[in-house]
């Protein structure tokens, strides 16, 4: 196994010539010498595989404990020359999958590395199932959005085989993961979502099981690329409610303090938000502001001209008494000023 990990060729040759080596033994992982040759990135490991692929009793498609492959492992690691060997030459099972239902398509959009020459060999057999799925029902497409590789998701969408809109056990559709991608990019982190989006098929009020659109999602996440790449579809529904009857509006409160409130004036500027509209609790986007203290963001929805100040919730309680309770004096001071004002 140390021989074939390190593709010291001579070394596999001379242990085989002797007719005294197990040549699928397996470690305490279930690996077998072929598992540690696709897995290596030496000079040399080549040599190794193609060596063992030379012998009839290798088992090409051995399974280790986690139910994983050779194909699948050098898939993983993006070595594509061993996967040619192994299919070629080893005509090992291209859509085999792991104990957590991944084929090795899977293992190609979630390795470290985006290569486009790995998912080519696959694709090249026309065998590769690209809309595979795995035990939570997530396909290749899905991990390529979350992982943000592009040159895989545009590879994937240019089979012309690839559902875009499939849903996982969550409910959540390649759309979804194009926007955590974004959410958790410090810079940029849009391309996955455009990538989708410049099919025109990708669903953009598609809702997960709680009822959450992708809006909704780049509305938390403050995303001003991901917010403005949907709206530029011209399909989004603005005023879809989740299971607690929050819209895009109210998630637009939660975007993380250091994005500022850009995303929300993205919403406002749309005109087809109402900023008056109540969740299940009967509580406004102005509510939940001022329970949070963000002032800025009290004075975004104020500026509108069209925020109600004293709209009271199941509780009875106004956004004022949510500032009071809290203590942010800031935004009490301005609720109490407008509603002197209006009254």
Request: aromatic share 4%; glycine share 8%; charged share 25%.
């Amino acid at each position: 196994m140390y021989a074939a990990k390190n593709g010291n060729v001579a070394i596999v040759k001379a242990l085989l010539a002797t007719c005294q080596v197990d040549i699928n033994k397996r470690d305490s992982d279930g690996w077998t010498p072929l598992h540690h040759a696709a897995n290596s990135d030496i000079d040399g490991v080549n040599g190794v595989i193609d060596t063992l692929l030379g012998i009839r009793q290798v088992e090409v498609d051995a399974k280790d404990n986690q139910l994983r492959t050779p194909l699948s492992v050098a898939a993983g690691q993006g070595n594509w020359a061993c996967m040619q060997m192994l299919m070629n030459l080893g005509q090992a099972e291209i859509n085999t999958q792991d104990k957590g239902g991944r084929t090795p398509l899977h293992w190609v959009a979630w390795a470290l590395l985006p290569n486009v020459e790995t998912l080519e060999v696959l694709l090249a057999t026309g065998r590769a199932d690209v809309d595979a799925k795995d035990k939570t029902h997530r396909t290749p497409l899905s991990y390529a959005a979350e992982c943000g590789k592009i040159s895989i998701m545009k590879a994937l969408l240019d089979t012309g085989r690839a559902e875009i809109n499939t849903q996982d056990e969550r409910g959540w559709a390649p759309l979804h993961y194009a926007i955590r991608h974004a959410a958790e990019a410090l810079e940029g982190g849009a391309g996955p979502l455009e990538a989708l989006l410049a099919t025109g098929r990708a669903d953009v009020n598609i809702k997960d099981k709680a009822h959450r659109t992708p809006m909704s999602y780049a509305a938390e996440a403050g995303h001003v690329g991901a917010l403005k790449a949907l709206l530029a579809t011209e399909r989004v529904d603005m005023r879809t409610q989740d299971k607690r009857g929050w819209m895009p509006l109210h998630y637009a409160l939660k975007a993380p303090v250091w994005r500022g409130v850009e995303g929300l004036r993205v919403l406002l500027a749309t005109g087809q938000v109402d900023v008056n509209a109540k969740t299940e609790e009967h509580r406004t986007a102005l509510s939940y502001a001022a329970e949070m203290g963000r002032i800025d963001v009290v004075k975004t929805l104020l500026v509108t001209g069209w925020v109600v100040i004293d709209v009271a919730d199941k509780a009875g309680r106004i956004p004022l008494a949510y500032a009071l309770s809290r203590g942010h004096g800031e935004v009490v001071e301005l609720l109490r000023r407008k509603y002197n004002q209006a009254t």
